[in-house]
């Protein structure tokens, strides 16, 4: 069972084959919203997946923005961006996260 949109959803379903520990955010004010605890090795991800070029991955760390500011990584889906239909983002570590032990998908750098 997925959570994620269609254009997700064969992401979401190899992450949790693997394994990874996966949790559902609710209530999504857009549509579903998962973490997954695993870090993205987004060149294996584009090579492995027929992912749409609406399917962004991104990394963000602003700590001159607040020093409370977290790393944070994301695969977000553009193509659905509309409230009234579901959108959705994978919540992912960042790769300089605290927990290295983290596993990496689809495969480690």
Known sequence: MTASCIHLQPVERAIRKARIDVHLFDPPRYGPIIRAECHI???????????????????????????????????????CPDPDSPRCNILVVHPIDKFPERPWFPSPP
């Not at 070029?53 to 602003?62: G, H, K, L, P, Q």
Request: one cysteine or more; hydrophobic letters at 30%.
């Open 41 to 79: 090795n987004e060149a294996a991800l584009r090579r492995d997946f027929s992912l749409p070029a609406s399917i962004v991955y991104r990394e963000e760390y602003r700590p001159e923005v607040s020093d409370r500011e977290e790393p944070h990584a994301n695969l977000c889906c553009r193509e």
